[in-house]
């Protein structure tokens, strides 16, 4: 695509102006983007003020990039009659009939009757009635908008805007743009409507002066509107689309940007940290022949392979290993160690939990005694003594396998030549821990391995994990049969009871699990309690364990091990079960309280059965009455197996802020793109990144100037960029 002539030239302007966040810290005025608000006309000192604090809008460009975030048809209006329950916002015309005062202390509210031709409704308010009833003049009409909700055969709408009627002649817009505001802005009249109309203002003030962001390449490769227009669009949207193109193009454009950023700090770190060249397989081969218990599944050989290449690659390897509950990610880990120390390395492996570290360590001791390798666990409860003992053969280089704790972090933990580390259930761990581990090798960082059976979407995976390399364990060992999954009532306890009770006959084992959550915890822990008397009484014959975070790490270990010996049928626990721990034999998983837990939560839960060879069983308990989030949660696990669905769901329910892991990654900054919808795109955006990166990583060629700049600008403004590092 050809430059213009002046390109080069007005390099130097441009570099200063385009749309830039905050700066907190007052600085020469550069760009009338960077003026402070309260200069636009309508707004002043007083309304500025609650924009800063209650928006956090300090200049023009803050309030360019303060998007609507849906928009009203504010054309159409519908008759009472009309009404249904899917209606998110409804605009009704109708006259008031009659206005009470209905209930007393907290629960009174005004209630207005209204009607149409077509029949009856209620408005209601709970608050700032006197306001309320100043504005509604019996038997005056107006347009009433808000979502409609049905109470036994009434119809009800919960705080309606309302507009006097003759504002229905006026030329009314289809794509009326709704901005996030609070209480406080809306009494000074920056109302949504009130943040439209400075907007109207601002807006042919800085336009001529909006810069494009994205080369002229990508806008045409992924035909894209300019960056002016998309601006225009989105705050005042002439046509549908035109508003989808708008949409899409300030979409594309976060997406685009984080992931360069993510995929710059991914080929720095490759480029800066030499790894150590790990490519014997012969400590492996005698494995595989000799020892191997059973056949790999193929996606565990893949995985593997993935893993061997980065290993001898000479660049040291930060990959993610995602596999649902019981795809064997321990065996591929194994594996991988088994690479390392054939090839004179040392490795551990470091659990969340002391209870999966115990597990782990029994689980690899048995491979690596069959294979003659030293082996030692490390957690909080380890004895001086031992610890003594274990430093020093570390040191020495003679321990081969550590397994633990993050007591593995520790600064006196010190190797040898710690080739490999790997981390299980990352979402447990930070980056500043992975960090800690990359320190334990001074001359090479040790190659890091990731392993994590919370599922991600794949969006969401390469967002997060943008710096990651990402494996997929996609199958489970043959011979498995899926989990059963039901959903029962409180009231069906005697029939679940007998089902147990069954089970056990046949030889199994049950988890019943309790929530227990911190803001709740000892009326958590007494229903717990009361649990376990009940399921004493109901079954006086069988051995019982129980585990809950309040008892100390030895006495859970004991009733642990009691459970995975098979000396108890029955175990009683929180959640502190949730991760990792393997009993075989335990084919029924009851979740008390199942509308308490979130969804990758149950999953987890679910995955303590159905690794054996038996059918399993999951039986979700919980009340009659469900809200609509909970409901969709418990269908969804009845519904299926297969944690990404799963995964899917529930980034859908929750938004991605409030996954794991979510608020250290930068992405719930996007203003306007959202993860959990708009995949396609984000892929489309990484591609890009990715081809620029790939053919000028410098940014040097004219066309990538546009981005350049945008870079640079975000370094300087640094609200967003600052998290990741
Ligand atoms: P997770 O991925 O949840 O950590 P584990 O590594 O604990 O799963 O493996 C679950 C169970 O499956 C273990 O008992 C393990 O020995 C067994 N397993 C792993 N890989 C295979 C395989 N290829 N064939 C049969 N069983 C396997
Ligand atoms: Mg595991």
Same mark, same amino acid.
């Given at each position: ?50 924009? !800063? ?11 360019? &990039? ?233 996606? &565990? ?124 259930? &990352? ?154 721990? !393997? ?9 008390? !309280? ?103 990583? !410098? ?27």
């Amino acid at each position: 695509m050809p430059l213009p002539d002046n390109f080069l030239q007005s390099l130097g302007k441009i570099q200063r102006s385009a749309v830039t966040c905050s700066t907190h810290n007052p600085k020469p005025l550069s760009t009338i983007f960077e003026t402070r608000i309260e200069y636009l006309k309508g707004v002043g000192p007083q309304k500025a003020e609650l924009l !800063n604090k209650e928006l956090g809008i300090f200049t023009y460009g803050d309030l360019l &990039q303060h998007y609507p975030f849906r928009y009203e048809d504010r054309s159409t209006f519908l008759k009472i009659k009309d009404l249904h329950e899917e209606l998110e916002h409804v605009q009704v015309m109708a006259r008031i009939k009659s206005i009470d005062l209905v209930g007393m202390g907290t629960k009174k509210r005004l209630v207005a009757v209204v009607v149409d031709e077509t029949g009856e409704m209620e408005m209601t308010w709970f608050k700032g009635i006197t306001w309320v009833l100043k504005r509604l003049p019996l038997g005056g009409s107006f347009i009433f908008l808000g979502k409609p909700a049905l109470f036994g055969r009434k119809w009800s709408m919960a705080h309606p805007e309302m507009e006097p009627i003759a504002a229905a002649n006026e030329a009314r817009n289809k794509f009326q743009p709704v901005y996030s505001t609070t209480e406080k802005l809306k009494i000074r009249f920056l109302d949504s409507r009130g943040i439209s109309r400075i907007l109207e203002q601002l807006l042919p003030l800085v336009y001529p002066q909006i810069q494009e962001t994205l080369s002229p390449g990508i806008l045409d490769q992924y035909r894209l509107m300019g960056k002016k227009e998309a601006i225009r669009q989105i705050h005042f949207p002439s046509s549908p689309e035109g508003l989808s193109q708008a949409r899409k193009r300030l979409k594309f454009e976060e997406f685009f940007y984080l992931q360069l950023r993510l995929l710059t700090l991914k080929v720095t770190r490759t480029e800066k940290s030499r790894g150590q060249v790990l490519g014997s397989t012969q400590l492996l081969t005698g494995f595989y022949t000799q020892h191997l218990p059973f056949q790999l599944t193929n996606a &565990q050989k893949r995985v593997i392979r993935e893993i061997f290449e980065d290993m001898k690659s000479g660049k040291q390897m930060n990959r993610l290993i995602q596999g649902d509950v019981g795809s064997g990610k321990t065996m591929v880990a194994f594996i991988s160690m088994l690479l390392a120390i054939g090839s004179g390395a040392q490795t551990c492996l470091m659990a969340p939990t002391e209870i999966l570290a115990n597990q782990h360590y029994e689980g690899l001791r048995q491979y690596a005694d069959s294979m003659g390798l030293q082996i030692a666990l490390l957690t909080g409860s380890t004895k001086k003594a031992a610890r003594k003992v274990l430093h020093e053969a570390l040191q020495s280089g003679e321990l081969a396998l550590l397994v633990g704790t993050h007591a593995l972090l520790e600064e006196v933990v010190q190797f040898k030549n710690l080739g490999l580390a790997i981390v299980d259930e &990352q979402h447990r761990f930070g980056v500043a821990q992975r960090a800690k581990l990359w320190a334990k090798n001074e001359q090479y960082q040790p190659h890091v391995l990731v392993m994590t059976a919370t599922p991600i979407p794949r969006t969401l995976a390469m967002s997060l994990y943008g710096d990651l390399d990402v494996s997929v364990i996609d199958e489970l060992p043959a011979g498995r049969k899926p989990i059963q999954t039901v959903h029962r009532y409180d009231k069906d306890r005697l029939k679940v009871f007998g089902f147990m009770q069954e089970e056990i006959k046949k030889g199994r084992q049950v988890y019943i699990v309790y929530p227990l959550i911190e803001e709740s915890q000892s009326l958590d822990l007494k229903n717990l309690m009361d649990g376990y008397e009940s399921i004493a009484r109901a079954f006086p014959q069988v051995p019982l364990s129980i585990v809950h975070g309040g008892m100390k790490a030895d006495a859970k270990d004991y009733e642990m091990q009691r459970f995975v010996k098979g000396e108890t049928k029955i175990m009683v626990a929180t959640t502190v079960i949730e991760v990792g721990v !393997n009993v075989p034999n335990a084919s029924v998983m009851i979740i008390e !309280n199942a509308e308490r837990f979130g969804l990758s939560q149950l999953h987890q839960l679910r995955g303590r059965v159905g690794r054996g060879a038996e059918q399993s069983y999951c039986i979700l308990m919980s009340k009659v009455e469900l809200g609509r989030d909970s409901r969709i949660r418990l269908d969804t696990l009845v519904r299926t197996n297969d944690g990404f669905e799963i995964a899917d769901v529930d980034l859908r329910l929750r938004g991605p802020g409030d996954l794991m892991g979510t608020q250290q990654s930068g992405i719930t900054d996007l203003l306007i793109a959202d993860l959990s919808k708009d995949a396609p795109l984000l892929t489309l955006a990484r591609d890009a990144a990715q081809q620029v990166l790939a053919t000028d990583p !410098n940014l040097e060629d004219p066309q990538h100037f546009p981005i350049l700049r945008q870079v640079r600008q975000q370094k300087n403004t640094a609200v967003n960029w600052s998290r990741i590092s």
